[in-house]
């Protein structure tokens, strides 16, 4: 087993103090860097940095971020919730640890791809189709993965083809 145990610490968001909402951090004893390219490897559409300092991903309405010795997660409501929650993430990263041998671990770099990247690649049409007022509002959904390309239908015409495989190349 990879994580054993940890140090709980509750805390405020930074930019509302005395929110009822919290995020919580596992401080972890041993250095858990390795299991980072598993993760990246495994996990849907995970943020992932150079030399295993950091990986990032969301589930549900959280966003978790593992570090070297620390596990954060945030939208938690008290400290018997961010046990759960964190027993949960830990027992899933221990599972993936776990399985390392039947998984190619992933090394490459992966961040978030920039709006303006994403909007270069859209037809521009502000057409609505889409069900949203702008191809900017678009390229927002899909920067935060609230939308995929398929949900624009000019994209999927044979005319867009190049702009479709250039925004799967994003990690769309």
């Given at each position: 087993?990879?994580?054993?145990?940890?140090e709980?610490?509750?805390c405020?968001?930074?930019?509302?103090?005395?929110?009822?909402?919290?995020?919580?951090?596992?401080?972890?004893?041993?250095?858990?860097?390795?299991?980072?390219?598993?993760?990246?490897?495994?996990?849907?559409?995970?943020?992932?940095?150079?030399?295993?300092?950091?990986?990032?991903?969301?589930?549900?309405?959280?966003?978790?971020?593992?570090?070297?010795?620390?596990?954060?997660v945030?939208?938690?409501?008290?400290?018997?919730?961010?046990?759960?929650?964190?027993?949960?993430?830990i027992?899933k990263?221990?599972?993936?640890?776990?399985?390392?041998?039947?998984?190619?671990?992933?090394?490459?770099?992966?961040?978030?791809?920039?709006?303006?990247?994403?909007?270069?690649?859209?037809?521009?049409?502000?057409?609505?189709?889409?069900?949203?007022?702008?191809?900017?509002?678009?390229?927002?959904?899909l920067?935060?993965?609230?939308?995929?390309?398929?949900?624009?239908?000019?994209?999927?015409?044979?005319?867009?083809?190049?702009?479709?495989?250039?925004?799967?190349?994003?990690?769309?």
């Amino acid at each position: 087993m990879l994580i054993e145990g940890y140090e709980l610490e509750l805390c405020e968001p930074g930019c509302a103090p005395g929110a009822s909402i919290y995020s919580a951090k596992a401080h972890i004893a041993d250095d858990v860097s390795e299991v980072m390219p598993y993760l990246n490897a495994v996990l849907d559409r995970p943020l992932y940095g150079e030399n295993n300092q950091f990986i990032v991903w969301e589930e549900g309405d959280r966003e978790y971020a593992l570090r070297p010795h620390e596990l954060a997660v945030n939208m938690i409501l008290d400290r018997k919730q961010a046990r759960e929650v964190l027993d949960k993430a830990i027992a899933k990263i221990n599972e993936i640890w776990e399985r390392r041998s039947e998984i190619t671990p992933d090394f490459s770099k992966k961040t978030k791809p920039r709006i303006l990247d994403i909007l270069k690649q859209l037809p521009q049409t502000n057409c609505g189709d889409c069900g949203l007022p702008s191809c900017m509002a678009f390229a927002s959904q899909l920067a935060e993965g609230n939308l995929s390309v398929e949900d624009c239908p000019l994209l999927l015409e044979d005319d867009n083809s190049d702009a479709l495989r250039d925004l799967r190349e994003l990690g769309l």
